[in-house]
Every structure is written in C-alpha cells, then in structure tokens.
C-alpha cells in the first residue's frame, strides 16, 4: 500500500531516512499541487507532502486541501498520516505531549470542504479517523492521549471564551489545519489518521500571550521523535487494511431520482 505523509511544519527531514525516486507537482481540477516527494522507506513507496508548501507560504485558511488530496489519490494513496501542531485545552496535556484524535469539532467557516458539488454524496464520519490506522500510531508508546481534535478558520488564535466553550463542548486540543483534510480523504476513499503535537497551551489555559515563536520551537523540539514514529508506523502498515475507510462512497450517494430534498 502507498502511503502517504501531510507534514505540517518541521518534519521534511523524514524523507532523508529513505532514499528519494521521484519529485513531482501536478495539475489537479482544484489547481497545482505542492511539491511531492516520492520515496521508499522499509520497502514501501511513501509520497511526502508539505501542507503548507515550501517555505510555509499558505497559512492555515489558505491551504489548497482540495488540491492536497487528489493530488495524493492520484498518486495512488491508500492511507495518510498526517501531523498537525495543537494547542492544549487541559493543564494536564502539556506541550511536548502527542495526540492521536479519535473524533473532531469542525469550526472551520471558509473553506472549500467537499470533492461532491455537482453530486449529492453524504460520507459517514461517525468515526471520522481509521481506528486502524490509529491503533498503529498508538502502538508506538508515545502518544499520552487520543482526543477531539477543533478545527478553527484562524489565522488568528482563540479568544480564551472560545478555549472554555470548546471545553465544554467536549474539545481536548485546537489546531487550525485538521480540516476539511480529514473528511476530504474520506470522500476519496483514503484512510486517514494525524499525529497531533501540542506546542503550546491554548489560550486562557496559558497564562501568556501567544507567539508563533512558542509553536516553532516546541514542534522543533520534537522534531526527531515524530519522525521516528511515523517511520516506525511506516513498517506497521499492513499490504491491505480491513477498515471502513475504502468503501466510504458505499451508500453514501443519492442516486438520480431518488429524494433527496429531505437531507
Ligand atoms: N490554536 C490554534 N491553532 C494552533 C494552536 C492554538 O493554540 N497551537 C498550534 N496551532
């Protein structure tokens, strides 16, 4: 199975740890695509993509996702691990700390968040996350916690009403990238998990401002051990997995003459 990477900022250097075949952009229906760097790692062909491209040059609420996902299904992904840099809702997951969401709050506003606009196609996401994939991210010892990952529009950070509401409502940790990749994936029929790092407390659950600064040097911190999870996870994946995630579409679309004013 191929897999694919969505490295948020700081985790390029995992293609280093294998040996480059191939770099490629394409063109998709939704625009260009990042560079992809197509490598193999433990005898597996792994396509490596930077979210944000090079440089950072989209910040969060102008991520091309649309274009991001198919350009991977089009190179023949089945599965994707991505990272995402969080901030924490609860003193007791502390920057530094790994998560693995099993389950997300969407507050994103402005962003193009389906492949279907000219088919009525409702995917399930009642699990939003493989639980497969999951469990081979969880297997590595390193993660403290699964959790609800809240997607907000950013770019600007929280208000520290909007951390206590998002508490309430059952939230563990807020990123702003998260979304609609996730479900994006699952339109497509690709499994999909991410591997969350906390780099920094959310706001009014930290006592200071926060600087993008903070962000940037705990993901640096962190750096190498994310990467050798992911590596690590790259020889776990299985030749096929029996998850849900592959036949999404089934049942998911309404067929032409079938009601679907109703939904
Ligand atoms: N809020 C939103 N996105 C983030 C944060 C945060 O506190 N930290 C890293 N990405």
């Keep these: 199975m191929t897999v694919g990477i969505i490295g948020g900022t700081g985790i390029y250097e995992i293609v280093e740890m294998g040996s480059v075949l191939e770099k490629k952009v394409i063109q998709t229906p939704f625009g260009t695509s990042p560079e992809m760097i197509i490598f193999n790692l433990h005898g597996k062909e792994v ?3 930077s979210r944000h491209a090079e440089g950072h040059a ?3 609420h102008m991520v091309n996702y649309q274009a991001n996902i198919w350009a991977l299904k089009n190179m023949g992904v089945e599965c994707i691990v991505a990272t995402n840099a969080v901030g924490s809702m609860y003193q007791s997951i502390k920057p530094g700390d790994l998560v693995v969401p099993h389950d997300f709050l969407d507050f994103t506003r402005l962003r193009k968040n389906t492949f279907y606009d ?20 969880n297997s590595s010892g390193k993660v403290v916690t699964e959790g ?27 990123g702003m990238t998260g979304l609609p990749e996730a479900v994006l994936a699952r339109e497509l029929e690709i499994c999909y998990a991410s591997i969350c790092m906390v780099s920094n407390y959310a706001a009014s659950i930290s006592p200071a401002k926060l ?3 903070e962000v940037f ?3 640096e911190k962190k750096r190498e051990v994310l990467i050798e999870i992911i590596s690590n996870s790259i020889i776990k994946i299985p030749e096929s997995f029996k998850c849900q995630c592959h ?3 089934d049942g998911a679309e309404v067929k032409s003459g079938q009601e679907s004013e109703d939904l």
């Excluded at 000219?118 to 991210?137: A, K, N, Q």
């Excluded at 609800?148 to 508490?167: H, I, K, L, N």
């Design 58 to 60: 989209y910040p969060p």
């Design 247 to 249: 036949c999404a579409l």
């Design 148 to 174: 609800v990952y809240v997607c907000t529009e950013g770019p600007r950070f929280e208000t520290g009403a909007e951390v206590q509401m998002y508490r309430k409502l059952g939230g563990t940790v807020v």
């Design 211 to 213: 600087t993008i600064d």
């Design 47 to 49: 396509v490596f993509m």
């Design 118 to 137: 000219d088919r009525t196609v409702h995917v399930d996401v009642t699990e939003p996350y493989c639980p497969l994939l999951r469990e081979v991210l």
């Design 217 to 219: 040097d705990e993901v």
